[in-house]
């Protein structure tokens, strides 16, 4: 699309097939719907834009997509999947998944790399799997996921500003999986009601939280605090905690600081 082509999608529809952009021409989609489409170039969405992504979205090899403050609704039931190998860029703009139904899980797949600021959430209750890498990279602003339940089957990390997973539920960090805080930044991890971590849990912010007054925590892979302070709230036994901050699974640079609350 672009000129003499499509620029606007105004709650239209496009079934399969494959979107180029050849000029640069932005997209601009006022609850447009995607079904089943290809985004097969660099692709910029239009300021505030908002799509209904139906069934999967995929992304041509080693393209940019850059979502900026627009939104996506994902709003087929059943297991959904963002595939493909690229990178979306957002900028204060929200993915949704579950967006008007129920009973939808949806998936980042391994080549998709999702970076900025913004949020990764739910419309109505959804579980969402990441399994590419997930990036906040902006000073002074906020990477928030926080779907019903989610899982990191991938890699996640902070750069820059705060990220913050608090999925009303669940969350599982899976084995071999990462979560690093960078130089700097602030990390929360906060689900509602457990937390496991079989992976690699990484602190090397400035301020890092793990769990709420309410959150079971697990873990069995390894938490290491290399730098700024680390607040561990939530349900504990004295059995669990010295198990959980056991040598090999828990290291603690020195200077560091160390709070525990619940």
């Known amino acids: 699309f672009g000129a003499g082509g499509l620029n606007a999608l105004n709650s239209g529809t496009i079934i399969g097939g494959t979107l180029v952009s050849n000029d640069g021409t932005l997209l601009d989609s006022n609850s447009g719907i995607l079904d089943g489409v290809t985004i097969g170039s660099n692709l910029r969405f239009a300021p505030s834009s908002f799509s209904l992504i139906r069934n999967d979205l995929t992304l041509a090899p080693g393209i940019t997509v850059n979502l900026d403050n627009g939104s996506w609704g994902f709003n087929t039931t059943g297991a959904r999947s963002i595939g493909g190998t690229g990178t979306i860029n957002i900028a204060g703009g929200t993915i949704y998944a579950g967006y008007g139904v129920s009973g939808q899980s949806l998936q980042l797949g391994s080549g998709i790399t999702l970076q900025g600021f913004g949020s990764l959430t739910q419309s109505s209750a959804a579980d969402v799997t990441n399994g590419g ?7 002074g602003q906020t990477f928030t ?4 339940s989610f899982i990191n089957n991938g890699n996640m990390s902070v750069t820059a500003g705060t990220m913050t997973i608090s999925p009303a539920s669940t969350f599982g960090n899976n084995a071999t999986r990462s979560i690093t805080a960078g130089a700097g930044t602030t990390l929360n991890i906060q689900p509602g009601v457990t937390f496991t971590n079989a992976g690699s849990v990484i602190l090397g912010g400035a301020a890092h939280t793990i769990g ?9 892979g390894s938490l290491a605090l290399n730098s700024g302070s680390l607040i561990l709230d ?6 669990n905690l010295t198990a959980y901050l056991a040598a090999g699974r828990y290291s603690r640079v020195a200077g560091t600081v160390f709070n525990f609350s619940g």
């Open 234 to 239: 939530g349900l504990h036994t004295t059995t």
């Open 145 to 148: 996921v926080n779907p019903n």
């Open 133 to 139: 890498n997930i990036i906040g990279n902006t000073v």
């Open 212 to 220: 709420t007054t309410n959150t079971t925590w697990t873990n069995t």
